[in-house]
C-alpha cells in the first residue's frame, strides 16, 4: 500500500500562487505516477495533472495549462504541483493520487487540501 499525504492549501487573491506538496509513504515503488485532481461542491472528481514517476513526462487538463505545473522528487518520495495566475474558477478541494504500477489505475489518494482563490 501506498499512504498520500497533501498538503499547501490555502486562500489566495486571485492571480496569485500556490504550491502543493504530496508526500508518499510506505510502498512507494508501487507508484508509476502522480496525479492531481480536484473536487468542485457537488461535482465529480476532475483531472488537473499528472506526472510518470520515473521519466517524469507530464501531462495537463486544458484549463490549466500554462498556469499549473507538476512535478516530483523520486528521492523524497514527493510531488508537487505549482499554482499561478490562479482564478476564482480553480477554487477547489485538490486531491493527490498516485497510480499503481500493477494496475495502472489511481489506486491512492491523499485526504485533500482546500484551495480558495478570492476575486
Known amino acids: 500500500q501506498v499512504q498520500l499525504a497533501d498538503a499547501g492549501g490555502g486562500l489566495v487573491q486571485t492571480g496569485g500562487s500556490l504550491t502543493l506538496s504530496c508526500a508518499a509513504s510506505?510502498?512507494?515503488?508501487?507508484?508509476?505516477?502522480m496525479g492531481w485532481f480536484r473536487q468542485f461542491p457537488g461535482k465529480e472528481r476532475e483531472f488537473v495533472a499528472a506526472v510518470s514517476w520515473s521519466g517524469g513526462t507530464t501531462n495537463y487538463a486544458d484549463s490549466v495549462k500554462g498556469r499549473f505545473a507538476i512535478s516530483r522528487d523520486i528521492t523524497k518520495a514527493r510531488g508537487y504541483l505549482r499554482m499561478n495566475s490562479l482564478e476564482p474558477e480553480d477554487t477547489a478541494v485538490y486531491y493527490c493520487?498516485?497510480?499503481?504500477?500493477?494496475?495502472?489505475?489511481?489506486?491512492?489518494w491523499g485526504q485533500g487540501t482546500q484551495v480558495t482563490v478570492s476575486s
Open positions: 510506505g510502498q512507494t515503488y508501487r507508484i508509476y505516477g
Open positions: 493520487g498516485a497510480r499503481d504500477v500493477n494496475s495502472y489505475k489511481w489506486d491512492y
